[in-house]
Nanobody, 125 residues
Framework: QIQLVESGGGTVQAGGSLRLSCTAS????????VAWFRQPPGKEREREFV??????????SYADSVKGRFTVSRDNTKNMAYLQMNNLKPEDTAVYYC????????????????WGKGTQVTVSS
């Protein structure tokens, strides 16, 4: 079973940048689709899709709200995935989660079996 740990969250001013990391252990990450989701404050029952990188590192997709500002990537040699977040906005404030699944037929949070515990990102105006 694969375990995931997120890191790199913090507090930043609007317009700033952060880079989140997802470290995998227990299994090789290269057989998993890796996605990032976020849970904004006051929306404890919703995890919204942010970005996904499939088995092929060049196969990525993004939520419209982050397109052009966020970049998802993976380094299978290090068993890690990343989310580079630029031009951050206050509405990006959320707990960010890394998730993995071996099939992941779509970007719905319900299809991802493995999750990290999340890292807090706070963007001040």
């Amino acid at each position: 079973q694969i375990q995931l740990v997120e890191s790199g969250g913090g507090t930043v001013q609007a317009g700033g940048s952060l880079r989140l990391s997802c470290t995998a252990s227990g299994r090789a990450l290269d057989s998993y689709v890796v996605a990032w989701f976020r849970q904004p404050p006051g929306k404890e029952r919703e995890r919204e899709f942010v970005a996904v990188v499939r088995w092929n590192p060049s196969s990525t997709s993004y939520a419209d709200s982050v397109k052009g500002r966020f970049t998802v990537s993976r380094d299978n040699t290090k068993n890690m995935a990343y989310l580079q977040m630029n031009n951050l906005k206050p509405e990006d404030t959320a707990v960010y989660y890394c998730a993995a699944d071996q099939l992941a037929g779509n970007n719905d949070a319900r299809v991802f079996d493995y999750w990290g515990k999340g890292t807090q990102v706070t963007v001040s105006s």
